[in-house]
């Protein structure tokens, strides 16, 4: 017995109703029944009418179900009646009248295919793939399948599955069809195969990579690799996986040939470690994929370019005060600090230089140190705390202004004592002492050597305020260090010189 619900849902009791069970495979789940038949002629023949969408048709007692709408889909179904003798069916409709359905055998209808054959299925060695067929006879027969591979019957037995197997199979293009039959019409299923036999590639036991900052390193994956078929016909690809905390283009890889990958970091970024996925595919599209742990180790960066500033090249100065200016380097490296040593040449290659200064500042002032009409070159060099050391851009050029009297330009008077380094040193055979007076003072310089003996008094007298040089005559004394040793008033100053020959 069976009974439809208005709002959705087929019934089936076979103990006289005393339990029922939901028969809806294959139905909507929303189908409102309103009228039910079965065949007189054989019982497994069930009709069920939808009010949505026409009628349904079962062969197999009401456990799977198939739209049977030739004309009747989208009407609504009030009633159904079958003749005595099963082959003609009436569906009463809503409005649009009596619809009649004739027969005699209408043969077997395919409703489903696995795996779906509108493309060629590749298929490898030694696999296994099952093949499903789908089919119903309106009429109630029972249908038969056989199967054929190649227009050879591979099995009869009867069943609407095939597990193919490809062992003893060679490669190439085969047919594989199934004909349903219900033994007076035939209807034929046909898959196209291509038995491809193709082996994915290796890849295989690529060891982490480790590199310094700010350099890249060059992995042979084809070393890593093995495939059926030449290594250089593969191809490469790489997929980094996204870290927290560390940017999304610290690791850029990139691809030469045969499998050559160029991994790189970003611009002083180190850290790690970052995964990377490197993969290898063949023509066939099969592929194998290894991960790798990229570490990027740190490295010392020397601070950055910078400037001078002050006095700008090719400048004209006074010696009374000159004040040296340039840009702050920045130190790449976090945590690091960067001091500055200033370099005074006569010379642009500072072979001997004539003052340096070590500092943590961006500025110096000289005062009365250096010499009248005499052309000087500044450099700059910024070090850090690894004595990284970075040369300044540029190296700037200046003059100082010629020496003028007392009388006519009162700015020639030294602010305090002073004593020059000797020009040149070291020197052969003679070299020139510069020193200033702020008052008019006695003022003694005397030569020692480095026993403590004096060789030489080059001054000894009271002068006048103002600037003053002495040129002492060497050459008469032997190779070595000498001590040049200034006294005026409170005021005691010593250079350290050195003569040549």
Known sequence: IYAGAEDGGLYKTTDGGASWKGMMMGMDPEASIRSIVIDPTNSKIVYAADWHTGVYYSTDGGVRWWPFNEGLTTRSVQKLTISSDGKTLYAATQGEGVFRLSYENMGPVVQYIYPENDTTIILRKEELLEFIVGAIDYNGDTLSYTWLLNSAVISDAKEPTYLLNTSGLNEGDYTLSCEISDGEFLETVIWNLKLDFNKAPILKNIPDISFDEDSSFILNLAQYASDDKPIAELSWSAQVIPIQGIPSDAISITFQQEGQAIISSKENWNGGPVPVVFAAADKGGLTDSDTVNVTVLPVNDPPLPFDLIAPVDSSSVEIVNIKFEWQKAIEVDQGDTVTYRFELSKQNDFISPVLQYSLKDTSLTLKDSLDYASIYYWRVLARDQNSTMTISNQIFQFTTSPATSINNNQKQIPSEYFL???????????????????????????????????????????????????????????????????????????KKCILIK
Do not use: C, H
């Open 420 to 494: 020059a380094q000797n020009y040149p040193n070291p020197f052969n055979p003679n070299t020139t002492i510069s020193y200033g007076l702020p008052i008019s003072s006695y003022v003694k310089i005397d030569i020692y050597n480095l026993s403590g003996q004096i060789v030489e008094t080059l001054v000894n007298l009271i002068q006048k305020e103002g600037y003053y040089s002495k040129i002492w005559r060497a050459s008469s004394r032997a190779s070595g260090i000498y001590i040049i040793r200034m006294r005026a008033d409170n005021f005691t100053e010593f």
